[in-house]
């Protein structure tokens, strides 16, 4: 057993510098993204999304900009439903759901929303852009807005295709969906 643990010591040490950096701290940066509605009719929908896009900057920051029509209140618990495939040697794989990542389901986003007591970021304040629950009918749009990320040592085993659907709900009632695919490098 020893003898086995010394040998795999020594490949890691030969190999690291193979793996370039492989499993050091970086940024993940998205490539392309595409995104579109999944429901039958998506102009009846509650909850309304265009124009979104997502990309990184070259630093790995987070550039977002898009628009939102909600017909509704969106209030607590507002449920989100994701189902996310990776597609490895061209099949398409389920992820599953680890740290908020992949084929997960959040009971409620609103618990990931900035308390009411704390002021909103500048940038979303500026555009009218609500970070508490309950969100008010109406439309809200961001322009363009860079948000910091901190990095991850899992950035190249992240690195791939992706696609999946997140269906958002509130009280059994479906608010809407959307199908995403995107790259990560």
Same mark, same amino acid.
């Not at 003898?3 to 890691?12: H, S």
């Not at 490539?31 to 579109?36: H, I, K, N, R, W």
């Not at 989100?80 to 490895?88: E, G, Y």
């Not at 009411?116 to 500048?122: F, K, N």
């Given at each position: 057993?020893?003898?086995?643990?010394?040998?795999?010591?020594?490949?890691?040490?030969?190999?690291?510098?193979?793996?370039?950096?492989?499993?050091?701290?970086?940024?993940?940066?998205?490539?392309?993204?595409?995104?579109?509605?999944?429901?039958?009719?998506?102009?009846?929908?509650?909850?309304?999304?265009?124009?979104?896009?997502?990309?990184?900057?070259?630093?790995?920051?987070?550039?977002?900009?898009?628009?939102?029509?909600?017909?509704?209140?969106?209030?607590?618990?507002?449920?989100?439903?994701?189902?996310?495939?990776?597609?490895?040697?061209?099949?398409?794989?389920?992820?599953?759901?680890?740290?908020?990542?992949?084929?997960?389901?959040?009971?409620?986003?609103?618990? /990931?929303?900035?308390?009411?007591?704390?002021?909103?970021?500048?940038?979303?304040?500026?555009?009218?852009?609500?970070?508490?629950?309950?969100?008010?009918?109406?439309? /809200? =749009?961001?322009?363009?807005?860079?948000?910091?990320?901190?990095? =991850?040592?899992?950035?190249?085993?992240?690195?791939?295709? /992706?696609?999946?659907?997140?269906?958002?709900?509130?009280?059994?009632?479906?608010?809407?969906? /959307?199908?995403?695919?995107? =790259?990560?490098?």
């Amino acid at each position: 057993m020893f003898q086995l643990a010394r040998c795999a010591a020594l490949l890691l040490l030969l190999w690291r510098p193979a793996l370039g950096g492989f499993f050091s701290k970086r940024k993940v940066l998205i490539g392309e993204l595409t995104f579109d509605s999944c429901s039958a009719a998506p102009g009846d929908d509650p909850v309304q999304f265009w124009d979104v896009a997502v990309r990184t900057t070259d630093e790995g920051d987070l550039l977002v900009s898009g628009s939102m029509r909600n017909f509704v209140e969106l209030r607590s618990p507002l449920k989100a439903s994701v189902s996310m495939k990776r597609n490895i040697l061209g099949l398409w794989v389920p992820v599953p759901c680890i740290k908020d990542f992949g084929s997960c389901d959040f009971e409620d986003l609103c618990s /990931y929303a900035v308390s009411p007591a704390v002021q909103c970021i500048p940038l979303l304040d500026e555009h009218d852009v609500p970070c508490h629950c309950p969100v008010e009918e109406g439309v /809200y =749009t961001l322009p363009s807005g860079q948000f910091r990320v901190s990095g =991850t040592r899992w950035a190249g085993v992240l690195a791939g295709r /992706y696609k999946g659907t997140v269906t958002f709900s509130r009280g059994g009632q479906r608010l809407a969906c /959307y199908n995403a695919s995107f =790259t990560l490098e």
